[in-house]
């Protein structure tokens, strides 16, 4: 699956670069650890990028949702090594990252979706396509790529999808996952999905649009309600002949 995966062709007019990893130094008397043995042997799978044809984004997009959880992790750490810039989403404050998390949190995946389409700049099918699925690993490059902290991720992936939060060893794997490969990396496989199905370019301006008129409409009404005097309620008029009427009751 990895060698059918060249994760992004030289921009035209650039000489072709092999994609291969440093081989870890070995110490002796000191076995390798996984993780070391894993990026070895990325590399003799990235070599062989250079000399395949290029490949749609859209069948590269669908590689990696059909491929294993252990394939997709090789393929993420391979995406370090591709001799392309990635793509740079749009930047996050802090109180962006806290509405997407309480967004999360509060299963309003509307708004999850409207945020990493605008963040990542990719279409709302994709969105929703990242944070369906079952593994969990495209909704760990999301994260990376939008830089969150990686305490937030796990939160996101305890209780945005229960298939994924479901299983405490699942999370711990996701988690590892996110602090092993690096922010270009994920940022290189957003720009595949992206270049897979391109956003309406309308679509977010008007969301943004329509967004922006709600909260003001809502901060109007908001101050109309609080600034409004309270209508005062006045004595009902007594004319001379119901008084009379009522001093002979009397």
Known sequence: MLSNFPAAAPAPGE????????????????????SDSSTAAIAPQTSKLATQPAIEPKE????????????????????????????????????????????????KTEAVLGDLERTLGISRRMASRIIEDDMGEPTVAAAKAMELPADVLQRILLFMNPR??????????????????????????????????????????????????????????????????MPRREAPTIRPSERAVGGDRR
């Open 15 to 34: 000489p072709s670069v092999t994609a291969s990893a440093p081989s870890p130094a070995k110490s002796p008397g000191k076995s390798p650890n996984k």
């Open 60 to 107: 590269l997009c669908g590689l990696f949702f059909a491929a294993s959880s252990m394939e997709r992790r090789l393929i993420l750490i391979s995406l370090e090594f591709v001799p392309t810039t990635p793509v740079l989403p749009v930047p996050m404050r802090q109180t962006d990252i806290w509405r997407f998390e309480s967004a999360a949190l509060q299963h």
């Open 164 to 229: 994924v939060g479901q299983s405490v060893d699942r999370v711990y794997e996701l988690a590892n996952l996110y602090a092993e490969i690096s922010t270009d990396a994920a940022r290189r496989l957003i720009g595949i999905l992206r270049e897979a199905d391109p956003p309406d370019a309308r679509s977010p301006k008007h969301v943004a649009l329509w967004q922006d008129a709600v909260e003001q409409a809502r901060t109007a009404l908001s101050d109309i309600t609080r600034r409004a005097p």
